[in-house]
């Protein structure tokens, strides 16, 4: 079993006043808003963080740029508890063996909906977020048919991710948001470790 080297666990007290900011574009925090566009500027080659709002609520039509923002609605508005668990792992085996764990317990998968951030020591951030958290788009023909229980997709956003921080030396640590909205955890709607790795490929949120 992947035991973290150590593990804490605690309600997210973020309220919508909270001082940080979040990069529209990574997982990367800021405390200053004008760090926060010098980072759009070097990593990313703009000058403002994007205006469209295509994060949706699970529970109303609220929308919002970043993921900590749906977080923090759900808290304020719906009265949702946003759990965190922080975890250390010695590893990337250990990490990928808990994580395999996690999703069988918890009837739920979790895939990657964007290209990890490498900083310049070579640690890199990754973000595996609930697959089915966002919308459904077709991308065929029209002519496959949708599986007989629907698409997994819920319409809107789930808050439930595994933030990741690989360091160079192979340890990896965690951030990981446990509830889930809009939608029940199904055994039925678990992906294989194949369909993960597809959907991760292909994933934009």
Known sequence: MGEPLEAESEEVVSRPDSPTIRCDRCPVTFTRRSTYLRHLKKQHGCYEPRTTRHLQCSECASTFTTRSGV???LVADHGIGMYEVLME???QEDFYRWKEETEQNSCSSFVKPS???VRSDGSFIQVFQCHRSGRFTSKGTGKRKLKRSGTNKIGGYCPAEIRCEFAPN???KVTYYST???HQLEPQRLL???EIGRASCRERV
């Open 115 to 117: 290209s990890k951030h």
């Open 71 to 73: 977080r923090n609605h």
């Open 89 to 91: 792992f010695r590893n």
């Open 170 to 172: 192979g340890s990896v």
């Open 180 to 182: 889930h909205t809009g």
């Open 192 to 194: 294989s470790n194949a």
